[in-house]
């Protein structure tokens, strides 16, 4: 009969775990609404002045003008397929490119052999600007996809390399010591110790190379594209449609923004532990 209590004591606790969790959701959710204030707050002044005649329509269109030609875009479905056409080569970039880095940068850091053959060229290389190469990938490629992916995929080679370069020699000696004494193999030491404990700063790389990408697909773009966002940029320029212009903007802005936020989910569901640090830190 003593034993009675404890289901109820144990549901108390349940009950405070619950709202521990609720009430951390809704501060995770104020954290994220407060950010958008500045941006908003930007908007709204910038609408007011575009009204009250503060700025020239010719060259600052109001932001319901530009939300309304991209609402005009997007029913003609030029926005959309705008949208697929750049977001195939940004992909398509990105993983030839954060796959090169990927496999370079574990490579080098494992081995002090890797490092001395090609770091240094690497080093060299990621100091050319990649703008640099659109007219040498023009005279070797022509002017279909295969620049345009390329332009991509070597912006996005150094983020992801260093960034695992780095990761994979920070990582505590002493535990690769303790794992060669309990017989583990250099293929097992690599994959279920360097790699996870790596990992937070490959993802750093992978966010940052991603960045990469739409800054290279905006050059690419700019090459005989047919399609595309930064072809819809360049489209009506000549017509002095500002309104379209900085729609296109916007878009790439909140397209980087989107890459970016499920990235961030992509980290905290891969690295619950990390999150778990970052939190308590907050509080």
Same mark, same amino acid.
């Given at each position: 009969?003593?034993?009675?209590?404890?289901?109820? #004591?144990?549901?108390?606790?349940?009950?405070?775990?619950?709202?521990?969790?609720?009430?951390?959701?809704?501060?995770?959710?104020?954290?994220?609404?407060?950010?958008?204030?500045?941006?908003?707050?930007?908007?709204?002044?910038?609408?007011?002045?575009?009204?009250?005649?503060?700025?020239?329509?010719?060259?600052?269109?109001?932001? =319901?003008?530009?939300?309304?030609?991209?609402?005009?875009?997007?029913?003609?479905?030029?926005? %959309?397929?705008?949208?697929?056409?750049?977001?195939?080569?940004?992909?398509?970039?990105?993983?030839?490119?954060?796959?090169?880095?990927?496999?370079? %940068?574990?490579?080098?850091?494992?081995?002090?052999?890797?490092?001395? !053959?090609?770091?240094?060229?690497?080093?060299?290389?990621?100091?050319?600007?990649?703008?640099?190469?659109?007219?040498?990938?023009?005279?070797?490629?022509?002017?279909?996809?295969?620049?345009?992916?390329?332009?991509?995929?070597?912006?996005?080679?150094?983020?992801?390399?260093?960034?695992?370069?780095?990761?994979?020699?920070?990582?505590?000696?002493?535990? &690769?010591?303790?794992?060669?004494?309990?017989?583990?193999?250099? !293929?097992?030491?690599?994959?279920?110790?360097? =790699?996870?404990?790596?990992?937070?700063?490959?993802? &750093?790389?992978?966010?940052?190379?991603? %960045?990469?990408?739409?800054?290279?697909?905006?050059?690419?773009?700019?090459?005989?594209?047919?399609?595309?966002?930064?072809?819809?940029?360049?489209?009506?320029?000549?017509?002095?449609?500002?309104?379209?212009? =900085?729609?296109?903007?916007?878009?790439?802005?909140?397209?980087?923004?989107?890459?970016?936020?499920? =990235? #961030?989910?992509?980290?905290?569901?891969?690295?619950?532990?990390?999150?778990?640090?970052?939190?308590? #830190?907050?509080?």
């Amino acid at each position: 009969m003593s034993a009675l209590p404890t289901p109820r #004591r144990n549901g108390h606790a349940n009950l405070r775990v619950f709202k521990t969790r609720a009430a951390s959701k809704r501060q995770v959710s104020t954290r994220e609404l407060t950010r958008l204030i500045f941006p908003v707050a930007l908007l709204l002044v910038w609408q007011f002045a575009a009204s009250a005649g503060w700025i020239d329509s010719h060259v600052l269109e109001a932001p =319901l003008d530009v939300a309304t030609a991209l609402v005009d875009l997007a029913r003609s479905g030029v926005l %959309g397929d705008s949208l697929v056409a750049s977001l195939q080569r940004a992909v398509a970039g990105f993983l030839i490119g954060g796959g090169i880095g990927l496999v370079l %940068g574990l490579v080098a850091g494992l081995s002090r052999i890797g490092e001395r !053959t090609y770091d240094a060229l690497l080093q060299m290389l990621r100091m050319i600007p990649f703008l640099a190469l659109i007219p040498l990938f023009v005279i070797w490629f022509g002017v279909d996809e295969k620049p345009k992916i390329l332009l991509i995929a070597i912006a996005c080679v150094f983020p992801v390399y260093l960034n695992t370069f780095s990761g994979v020699r920070h990582v505590d000696a002493k535990l &690769v010591e303790a794992a060669q004494v309990f017989g583990m193999s250099r !293929t097992a030491i690599a994959m279920q110790i360097v =790699l996870p404990l790596a990992m937070p700063s490959i993802l &750093v790389g992978v966010r940052y190379a991603m %960045g990469t990408a739409l800054l290279a697909l905006v050059a690419a773009e700019q090459v005989n594209a047919t399609s595309g966002i930064g072809y819809l940029a360049l489209n009506p320029r000549a017509a002095l449609r500002t309104d379209i212009i =900085l729609g296109v903007v916007l878009v790439y802005s909140l397209l980087g923004l989107t890459i970016d936020a499920l =990235l #961030r989910a992509a980290e905290r569901i891969a690295l619950p532990w990390r999150r778990t640090l970052t939190e308590d #830190r907050r509080r």
